[in-house]
C-alpha cells in the first residue's frame, strides 16, 4: 500500500486538530456525521524520539478517543494501563520524566517497527487506527519530520521536555517549527481541500501556538486555507481569559497577546470565515464580526458526549450558512 492508495472518497470536511481538546470535537463530529465525510489532521509538532521509539502523542489522543479506550482521569493514554515497564526502567535508573503505561507502549513499539521498514507515519497511522476499530481517516500533515521548538530565555527546548519535563514552566520567547516549511503536505491533504465537493474546514478548539500553528506552517497549508473555497470555522479553545485545557493563557501572556477568545480571533483573521464562541463570550461578537468574520455563540465547553455531539452538530449547521 502506499499513500495514493489511502481513500479519501467522500470526504467533506477537513478537520484540524490537536489532542485533547481537538479530539472531543473529533468525537462529536464523528457522532454527527458519518466516518467517510471526516478527514481529521493531527498535530505532529509534539511528535518526539523516547526510549528509542517514535512518539506521535496527539495522533494517539484522537486515536484512542475514537476508539473508546482514552484514559478519562488522566486525560492521556489509554485506558485500564499498567506501568510495569515505566517501574522496571526505573529501578535500572533509567528516564521516567515522560510516562509510558504498559499499552501505550504497544503501539509506540509497533508505529516504529513500521516506521524503520520504510513505511511512511501516515500509512502507519492509517493501520493503526483500523486495528483500534477507527472508521474516520486521520492523518499527519505530511510524512515529513516536524518539530515544535520552544525559543526560552535558557536556550531551545524540543516540545515535550518543556510540556512535561519541565511542566510548562520556562517563559516562552519564541517558537518554531523545524521542518516544517521544507515539508511537503501530505497528497491525500491536497486531494480533499481542492475537491469541489468539499463542505468546509474546521479548526478544533486546540492550542492555536501549540497544535494548530504546527499543522499550518507545514508547506503552504496556512496559505491554501486563505484561498479555499469553502468556508474555514474555528472553535474558540477559550471561555472568557480562561482556557479549556493547558497553558494557553501562559504562552499567550508571554508572547504579547491578550488571553482572550477575540484575541485568538484576530490571530487567525487572515484564514476564517467563522468562528465559534460560548455564551460567556458573546459581548465580543461585534468585535469579531469587524475582522470580516462571522460568529456563531453556543455552549462551547465539552464534559459529556451530548456536549461534545451538541456542540459538533453546532459547527456543521453554522458552516453550512456560509460560503465564500
Known amino acids: 500500500m502506499s499513500t495514493a492508495d489511502i481513500d479519501i472518497a467522500g470526504c467533506r470536511y477537513v478537520v484540524l486538530s490537536g489532542g485533547v481538546g481537538?479530539?472531543?470535537l473529533a468525537q462529536g463530529l464523528s457522532l454527527c456525521r458519518p466516518a467517510e465525510e471526516l478527514l481529521v489532521v493531527g498535530n505532529i509538532g509534539d511528535d518526539f524520539e523516547h526510549w528509542g521509539l517514535h512518539i506521535s502523542p496527539d495522533l494517539d489522543t484522537l486515536m484512542y478517543t475514537l476508539a473508546g479506550v482514552a484514559n478519562p482521569e488522566l486525560g492521556w493514554g489509554r485506558a485500564a494501563e499498567t506501568w510495569h515497564v515505566l517501574e522496571a526502567v526505573s529501578e535500572l535508573g533509567g528516564e521516567t520524566w515522560f510516562r509510558l503505561g504498559d499499552r501505550d507502549l504497544a503501539v509506540h513499539i509497533e508505529r516504529s517497527m513500521r516506521l524503520k521498514t520504510g513505511a511512511p507515519l501516515s500509512l502507519v497511522t492509517v493501520a493503526l487506527c483500523r486495528a483500534f476499530g477507527v472508521s474516520l481517516l486521520i492523518l499527519p500533515p505530511t510524512d515529513d519530520r516536524v518539530r515544535t521548538i520552544v525559543e526560552t530565555p535558557g536556550g531551545p527546548l524540543d516540545f515535550q521536555t518543556y510540556f512535561v519535563r519541565d511542566r510548562c514552566e520556562p517563559v516562552i520567547t519564541g517558537l518554531r517549527y523545524e521542518g516544517a516549511s521544507e515539508a511537503a503536505l501530505l497528497p491525500a491533504v491536497i486531494t480533499v481541500l481542492e475537491d469541489p465537493e468539499l463542505k468546509a474546514v474546521i479548526l478544533c478548539p486546540s492550542n492555536p501556538f501549540l497544535s494548530l500553528d504546527p499543522i499550518l506552517a507545514t508547506a503552504d497549508l496556512r496559505s491554501r486555507l486563505q484561498r479555499c473555497k469553502v468556508p474555514v470555522v474555528a472553535v474558540s479553545p477559550m471561555i472568557g481569559s480562561r482556557a479549556f485545557k493547558g497553558p494557553t493563557t501562559k504562552i499567550m501572556a508571554e508572547l504579547g497577546y491578550e488571553a482572550s477568545t477575540l484575541s485568538i480571533a484576530r490571530?487567525?483573521?487572515?484564514?476564517?470565515?467563522?468562528?465559534?464562541?460560548?455564551?460567556?463570550?458573546?459581548?465580543?461578537?461585534?468585535?469579531?464580526?469587524?475582522?470580516?468574520?462571522r460568529v456563531e455563540v453556543t455552549a462551547t465547553l465539552m464534559e459529556t458526549l451530548d456536549q461534545k455531539l451538541n456542540l459538533a452538530a453546532d459547527v456543521v449547521a453554522f458552516s453550512e450558512t456560509m460560503q465564500r
Open 22 to 24: 481537538g479530539a472531543k
Open 267 to 293: 490571530y487567525y483573521a487572515d484564514i476564517l470565515d467563522g468562528y465559534v464562541i460560548d455564551g460567556a463570550d458573546h459581548h465580543v461578537s461585534r468585535q469579531i464580526e469587524d475582522l470580516d468574520i
